[in-house]
């Protein structure tokens, strides 16, 4: 999806006063020959303001198990975090709330044109980023838990940059904690402004590295800006595909080729292609992390998710393919902060009693009560032995024998 930089849109009754003014003052039309010729190629501005026909292209009602789910193992992380508790916005073309599988949603629109999706790309968006678990449907979101906010900024594939700077905005006024902009416009006042203010607000920024058309490799914004989180597209070898943007500074690389989505009128679609597809990925995971990790700043987020992807080299590959279970689960040293112990705090001068001095007398006195103690103990075996002795022989004294 490409933005172009025009004046702002007027509003359906804008265009319906200019249409009645133009019936009522317009001169009769040419002959029918001269109706046939194209009319000359009319500004996108001119072309918002005309009804446009809700038509996206069909969807399929029977999908297999997508690829990009086996690829990022998400059933592993699902047994830790689903989400719950991070608000994620997508910032696109509307939302088709009847979808089992996005019901829940809260939907806001900038464009005047109500907050229905007529061309599909919002949906697909939404879906691949926290599209909720069915046990009737192989496919399922990357954060099945996260709750969904929708902001319409344009109505098909071209747009305002100016609706997608109110757009971000917007969606940071409302909380969310990551906002998805699948969109490749140019470097806008206006839009840098709203992602700086997005961020401020602690929202992580996720956004499409672009798609490469006849080799272009201009950059893309928001991608390019600082501390976006700048998503280029892979396959299912894990390789950067050749349409995806070299120019922009990405960051990491998820699924984009062969991409299977929800899809507007309850349907689906497997053949969806693009860094727009590979964005939300990265927004789901960006989801997970949030929910295990919410002591983690949003730079500290973006940095967990380049430091833990699969790796890789060369231009337009980043960090590789994003890896979402070592994203939630990986301990990284750099976030592992040693603090020292405190000081211990002094003892209070009353807090030990100190031992009294040595009574010297009383050890003296005690000393001979101990010694007359031991005397009188001796007397008394002393006396115990010779009294005895002395009855049996009536006290008298013994013969004296000299052997004479």
């Not at 109500?114 to 879906?127: E, I, K, L, P, S």
């Not at 909720?132 to 098909?156: C, W, Y």
């Not at 976006?228 to 120019?247: E, I, K, W, Y």
């Not at 007359?372 to 115990?384: E, L, N, P, R």
Request: proline residues 9%; hydrophobic residues 45%.
């Amino acid at each position: 999806m490409s933005l172009l930089a025009t004046a702002a849109v007027p509003g359906p009754s804008a265009a319906r006063a200019a249409a009645a003014t133009a019936a009522t003052v317009a001169p009769p039309g040419p002959p029918a020959a001269a109706r046939a010729v194209p009319a000359p190629e009319r500004p996108f501005a001119a072309r918002a303001a005309e009804p446009r026909r809700c038509a996206p292209k069909p969807g399929t009602k029977s999908i297999v198990e997508p690829w990009a789910q086996r690829r990022l193992s998400l059933r592993d992380v699902w047994r830790l975090t689903k989400g719950a508790g991070v608000t994620v916005a997508v910032v696109d073309s509307g939302l088709d709330t009847t979808h089992p599988q996005l019901k829940g949603a809260a939907v806001y629109d900038v464009t005047g044109t109500g907050t229905r999706d007529c061309d599909g790309h919002g949906t697909a968006v939404a879906g691949i980023a926290v599209g909720r678990q069915r046990k009737e449907s192989p496919f399922s979101g990357v954060a099945p838990q996260a709750r969904l906010i929708s902001v319409k900024h344009t109505d098909g594939e071209e747009g305002d940059v100016g609706n997608l700077a109110r757009a971000i905005a917007r969606a940071a006024d409302l909380g969310a904690d990551v906002i998805n902009v699948s969109v490749r416009a140019s470097d806008q006042p206006d839009l840098r402004t709203a992602v700086t203010y997005a961020q401020a607000k602690g929202a992580v920024i996720v956004a499409a590295a672009g798609n490469s058309e006849n080799n272009d490799s201009t950059p893309a914004y928001p991608a390019t800006y600082p501390g976006v989180l700048s998503v280029g597209a892979a396959g299912p070898d894990g390789r950067r595909t050749d349409f995806s943007n070299t120019g922009s500074p990405v960051t990491v690389l998820a699924p984009g080729e062969g991409v299977t989505s929800t899809w507007p009128w309850v349907t689906y679609r497997e053949d969806l292609r693009g860094t727009s597809f590979a964005a939300p990925y990265v927004a789901g995971v960006v989801a997970l992390v949030r929910a295990y990790h919410p002591e983690l700043s949003a730079e500290a987020t973006v940095r967990r998710i380049a430091l833990t992807a699969d790796g890789g080299t060369g231009a337009g590959v980043g960090a590789g393919v994003v890896n979402p279970l070592l994203a939630v689960t990986a301990v990284l040293p750099s976030e592992a902060v040693a603090l020292a112990p405190p000081p211990p705090v002094p003892l209070p001068p009353d807090a030990i009693r100190r031992a009294p001095a040595k009574d010297v007398r009383s050890m003296s006195i005690a000393g001979w009560v101990a010694l007359g103690s031991f005397a009188a103990a001796g007397v008394v075996v002393v006396a115990g032995v010779a009294i005895p002795a002395g009855r049996r022989r009536r006290w008298r004294a013994g013969a004296l024998e000299n052997g004479a």
